[in-house]
């Protein structure tokens, strides 16, 4: 199939356009003078008389077979250790199953398996639990180890926030220390032995840290000798005493296999001759059993590599090395339990399992940074704060400008999206929903592509688009539909609530330039979720070329066309016979205009969705220390106001979908605030920056970057600073010079803690104030500090990135 550009391109060939923006004839011309609410219904005839419109193929069902496949994929990775590939092999495997077989169940308690071993419990805990959902379709030991899984699931999520607790007591006091012991480094003998005395409190201090540390290290090993028991039901007992002899048997040493819920410290050397009860068949699924998940049931570090010995057999202790273990040995040590494993506790934390808090089980509760909150908001602009206002000039249009002087750190903007769309290679890794990268992420029941962190947000994204976009998911990937184009649809249908609000909008909407529209709404109120803030948005239409505009009206009727197969205009998905193909209704010309319109404003108002990556094993000063994954796009209104800067005062950072607008040098009372559009003046030369701006946006920053031709040249170094106030002497900017060098020689951007971005603040403040500007260590503070803030954004510390998966591609191909 054609992607949607081809087409549009051999469409506009065939009327003989061209590059120019002329089309050749009268009725071309004609074309052109016509406005949108006459073009849309031209230019849909005219491809429907060519026959430009793309073939739209019908939604990819469940497949068991194809399940099975990836199972057994996930299943072989999984043996030699290599976890990560697992779980996105489980992953494409429940997105493919059959919703309700035992196969899905069966994937759902192997990737618990395998987020087990990675010492990923909150997803883990989330895989058990809606394993154990089909309970009736498993088999009798898997769902022992199941709730041995989640019970220590519980208490080690309990351990984790218990000491996330203590450490948020006691770090910030010992880090102010740590800083000042840096800040003394590299003075003489005697000055740096004074401040690196510490006191008996601070000792006492210091040793708790350790404590704390020392818990969180053993708390593996802890549950080694609490939880290497699994209790069994005396249901389940007495059902694997009515049995065969020699299927009890084998059924006990699988048992004992998969018993050993204990922590991995590093390569587990495993008997062969206990690898039987990897090739058992699943129940109704496929000839690879979950027992190979189970019975290496570890928590902790994941190996890749794996000695050709190795089997399904119990897994070592931990601390004590690579160890061979007999399948007699094994089960020795399950027939002598140790009394804090009694039944009594275990049914004690299975009665707390069922109370537990629903935060312990939320993909991003990993002690991550919360989505910050404006403590004075503004009462005109609810997501802003009260330091800022939106005005109005001619030569700006609307824009933001600060009330009060605002100081580098504080938050000026919480904004949710109005809508945003995930990027096709991250389907099968992070919620289509709210962004959150999650490795235990559940199916739509009716579509492959379809993938959410809970059912919570399943309910949401079905109620607010993915009826609509669910059965045309495939389509929109085969024709290449992403990024902006695939925004455009979805703020289309999240505005009209999937056709719901149509005919109310036909009747009701005024359509208003955005220079009658000064702070909004009647009211006066700016509210971020109101469609009317959106839609009157500079959409820079007036400002293309008749080529551009006449390509961007071909992809609004490719669109329109693509959701009259849905049931956007028809009542049943099944049944489109009710909806003309050939000609358009009122109602279908009106939102024709409305895609025109979003893909309009999609161009020059959406903002890209960034994850930070980062690589634990490398260098501070490695280039390649970490780097910026975008996953999609989205359009927040009250942000999109801002104008662009190449020397912006702002920073902005993605709390899974939302954004947080960061102040990052010193705004004073009635000045602009600006954010930037992905060029600033320190990574790019003014020619590169006018011409990009100019092509994509229409007009000529006037920053004093652009007037005063800042570039690298220009930077002032460290030798060469020119004080212009009296508000800081020569000795003490020195002080500050030789402080900073000390923060970034040693840890620099591996540092992130509070203190950190404090003395950051006060260094950008400083120099802001009292410093001729370019200057180099001006930027590289302020480089760090964005850096500390981007790490309370969406964060994520793998040392590899997840595996990119081609399904959806691969599917396509075969219809």
Known sequence: M??????????????????????LGSTGADLLMRSPEELIPIVYNLLAKAQRFPIIGVRVSKNREEAEEYFVLATNVSEIEDDVTAINYYTICIAVAVPDSPLLYLAYADRSASLYRLARFSACLMDV?????????????????????????IIELKKEKAIRREKEKVMPEFESEVVEKKAGEGKDDECHKKESTISEAEKKKLKRLRKLNARKQQSMAEMTAEGSRVEHDDSFSSSAADEPAEDATKKSSSSSSSAANQPRKGAVKKSSSSSSAADQPGKGATKTSSSSSIAADQPGKSTTKKSSSSSSSAADQPGKGATKKSPSSSSSAVDKPKKSASKKSSLKAESSADEIDEGMTSPDNDGKFPLPHIANPN?????????????????????????????????????????????????????????????????????????????????????????????ILLTLMKLEIAGDAHLAIRLFLVATKQGANLKSMMQHLVFKSPLEIHLGPIKGQYFAEDY????????????????????KCCEAVVLLFVLKHTTFFSKSEEDTSEVDMENLTEEEVYAGMLLLKFLLLSTCNSRSVVDMVEKPKAKAEDEEYYHLSQIGYALYPVHSLMNHSCDPNTFSVNHKDSIVCYAIQPIKKGDQIFTFYNWTYTRFDKMFRTNRLLFEYFFTCQCDACKFDWGQKLFYTNAKLKRIS????????????????????????????????????????????????????????????????AKRGNTYENGEDFVLCKLAFSRGNRD
């Open 726 to 789: 009296n508000k800081i002497t020569e000795k003490e900017l020195k002080e500050y010079e030789r402080k900073f060098k000390m923060y970034t020689s040693k840890e620099g951007l591996r540092s992130s803690t509070q203190n950190d971005l404090d003395f950051l603040i006060d260094v950008v403040s400083v120099y802001s104030k009292c410093v001729k500007l370019p200057c180099q260590t001006h930027i590289e503070a302020s480089e760090c500090m964005t850096f500390i803030l």
């Open 2 to 23: 054609e992607h949607l550009q081809q087409i549009i391109d051999s469409f506009c060939d065939s009327l003989e356009m061209t590059m120019g923006g002329a089309i």
């Open 129 to 153: 639990n809606r394993a154990l959902k089909g309970a009736i379709c498993l088999d009798p030991e898997l769902i022992c180890s199941l709730h041995e899984r989640k019970r220590i699931c």
């Open 532 to 551: 009317i803030n959106v839609h009157n948005l500079m959409d820079n239409h007036g400002k293309l070329t008749a080529l551009n505009l006449f390509r």
């Open 379 to 471: 009462e005109l602009v609810p997501s802003a704060s009260a330091k800022v206002k939106i005005d109005f000039s001619q030569t700006y249009g609307r824009h933001l400008i600060a009330t009060e002087d605002i100081k580098p750190g504080e938050v000026l903007l919480v904004e949710h999206p109005f809508a945003s769309v995930l990027m096709p290679h991250f389907y099968h890794t992070t919620c289509r929903y709210c962004f959150v990268r999650c490795e235990a992420l559940i199916s739509c029941p009716k579509c492959l592509l379809g993938t959410f962190c809970s059912e919570k947000c399943l309910s949401r994204a079905f109620d607010e688009f993915h009826r609509v976009e669910c059965p």
